[in-house]
């Protein structure tokens, strides 16, 4: 019933830039906070940015000033641009919606979910 669907991941050199995109999809009734979440091998997954949906944002220390993150609610939409890439960047990258969605054969209904999507990988060579 809901998707997100990340794109823009790949390979760049340390000091270069990738801009991330994540598309919600589905019966949407409204999209709150959405964020990007990242998972290094061997660690956990880490908050790396959210932004509320009057655009209010938050980042983890270790991309402050680096990542800006931004969303287009007409479209249900939220970007990260990354810029001075480190190798220590270099993870799979989750985008996250707290959304509401219709349910039902006549979108009479209505349920809260925290959706994932997929993840894109994002590499940064030394």
């Known amino acids: 019933q809901v998707q997100l669907a990340e794109s823009g991941g790949g390979l760049v050199q340390a000091g270069e830039s990738l801009r991330l995109s994540c598309a919600a999809s589905?019966?949407?009734?409204?999209?709150?906070?959405m964020g990007w979440y990242r998972q290094a091998p061997g660690k956990q997954r880490e908050l790396v940015a959210t932004?509320?949906?009057?655009?209010?944002?938050n980042f983890a220390d270790s991309v402050k000033g680096r990542f800006t993150i931004s969303r287009d609610n007409a479209k249900n939409m939220v970007y990260l641009q990354m810029n001075s890439l480190k190798p220590e960047d270099t993870a799979v990258y989750y985008c996250?919606?707290?959304?509401?969605?219709?349910?039902?054969?006549?979108?009479?209904?209505?349920?809260?979910?925290?959706?994932w999507g997929q993840g894109t990988l994002v590499t940064v060579s030394s």
């Open positions: 996250n919606a707290d959304l509401i969605y219709y349910t039902g054969t006549d979108y009479g209904g209505r349920k809260t979910l925290n959706a």
């Open positions: 589905g019966s949407i009734f409204s999209i709150n906070a």
């Open positions: 932004i509320t949906k009057g655009g209010n944002t």
